[in-house]
């Protein structure tokens, strides 16, 4: 299913964006992030994501994401976010023209974390986001066909998983909305323009884990 962007909800709304049925612009502002405490101390909670709620517990998010960085940590990607001390993020943070760190951050209880490895620096990358209840994986691709795992994660705010097939242990919270969407920043005194399309939705791809 094809998603429309046009009635998705701000965090944090940019100065300058686009919204279309088929693509979103977002120019990024100097001085935008987001991370919670972990290793650096700084809390920071300023990055615009355009978000798009969803209460389908199985169900998968994909966006190609497309741009051209100018300074250090510049990036944009996917994003959950459901607030400042709980989120999710996956993109490619620039570092410089010859090498960029394509990772994924999660936020638990207001502790950030950042799992990366290193890519040759790029200008477009594709991304998919699947649900099972509160565990995900994140996939990229640079191609929209063949998706590379890049982590499985849990974020504890919504409950707990049966350790038998991955099956959920009701009653849990992660029968509740999650939002969905896209997010672009400059952590430095940067600004560049990020475009995402090809927006896809319940394309399900993640089954459950059979260990017998």
Request: proline share 5%; glycine share 4%; aromatic share 18%.
């Amino acid at each position: 299913m094809n998603l429309d962007f046009t009635t998705a909800k701000w965090v944090n709304q940019p100065k300058k964006f686009e919204i279309t049925p088929q693509f979103v612009k977002i120019t990024t502002e100097p001085n935008t992030d987001i991370w919670q405490r972990s290793y650096y101390g700084f809390r920071h909670d300023n990055v615009p994501a355009l978000l798009i709620e969803s209460d389908n517990n199985f169900t998968s998010f994909t966006v190609r994401v497309t741009f051209k960085y100018y300074a250090r940590f510049d990036q944009c990607g996917l994003i959950i976010y459901r607030d400042s001390e709980h989120w999710f993020k996956a993109s490619i943070e620039y570092e410089n023209k010859d090498f960029s760190r394509l990772g994924s951050v999660v936020t638990n209880y207001g502790y950030s974390d950042w799992s990366t490895t290193d890519i040759a620096t790029t200008t477009v990358m594709w991304y998919r986001l699947c649900r099972r209840g509160p565990d995900f994986i994140i996939e990229s691709s640079e191609d929209g066909i063949y998706f590379k795992q890049m982590r499985i994660f849990h974020l504890h705010v919504l409950g707990e998983t049966s350790p038998k097939m991955g099956k959920l242990n009701p009653p849990i919270q992660s029968e509740f909305p999650i939002d969905y969407g896209l997010y672009a920043c400059s952590p430095m005194n940067s600004s560049f323009e990020a475009i995402f399309d090809n927006f896809r939705f319940n394309d399900y791809k993640w089954m459950a884990h059979n260990a017998e």
